[in-house]
């Protein structure tokens, strides 16, 4: 596979559930981000690692846990999301560093709704 | 926190006509990048602008940036039904976090 891949492309999960959503890079980046859209709002960054730092938005809710195992593989862990959680969630990764210009790519997202 | 603000926040247009989009930012940045995202989709990116550069193009997109009034326009030329989507402006601070509007949706009608 080349580029972004994202899984799983829908999830419905109630709210006591866990869930986890995955994210792998096939493009050598050594960054990688979680986006959250919602209709009508603009592209919330949710969380970042880049090389090796994790950077995280202060405003995220404890119910997200991202974890990075390496530069390939980026998972954002779910439980007991609310209602307004529904959205679709979307990684993305580039190259960071003195000769690169963040250029994103970004996976085809999870649609996420929670019942 | 939102940097960039697109402008008209809808645009409808006849296949082959051009359609214009505006972004407008309050920081500095390093660059300013354009992103096409279909209904539902992932994002694409289109075309990048360096803040020491005032005009670019890329097929039919033509992007512009000044940076004195803190704003960039994407211009798409001769527009297909396939050019449909919505489109983001992003800024790079040159944190490496990129700061997204909330795009312009465009509908192209045959």
């Known amino acids: 596979e080349t580029g972004v891949t994202q899984t799983p492309r829908h999830l419905v999960m109630g709210m006591t559930n866990k869930k986890s959503l995955k994210c792998e890079q096939h493009l050598g980046h050594n960054a990688m981000y979680w986006y959250k859209q919602s209709a009508k709002k603009p592209l919330e960054l949710m969380f970042v690692?880049?090389?090796?730092?994790?950077?995280e938005n202060n405003s995220v809710p404890s119910r997200f846990s991202p974890e990075c195992p390496n530069s390939s593989h980026l998972f954002l862990h779910l439980h007991t999301l609310q209602p307004e959680d529904s959205a679709l969630y979307l990684c993305?990764?580039?190259?960071?560093?003195?000769?690169?210009?963040?250029?994103?790519?970004f996976g085809p997202g999870t649609r996420l709704t929670v019942l | 926190s939102q940097q960039g603000e697109e402008d008209p926040q809808a645009l409808s247009i006849q296949e082959g006509e051009n359609a214009t989009m505006n972004c407008s930012y309050k920081?500095?940045?390093?660059?300013l990048q354009w992103y096409r995202q279909n209904s539902g989709r992932g994002l694409v990116h289109l075309i990048l602008i360096r803040s020491n550069e005032r005009e670019k193009h890329s097929g039919r997109l033509r992007v512009t940036l000044d940076t004195s009034k803190k704003s960039s326009s994407l211009l798409i030329t001769a527009s297909r039904a396939a050019d449909t989507a919505s489109y983001f402006c992003a800024t790079d601070r040159g944190d490496y976090k990129l700061s997204f509007g909330a795009g312009t949706t465009v509908t192209v009608r045959a």
């Open positions: 690692y880049s090389l090796e730092e994790r950077v």
């Open positions: 920081t500095s940045i390093n660059n």
């Open positions: 993305a990764s580039s190259q960071v560093g003195q000769s690169s210009y963040n250029e994103q790519f």
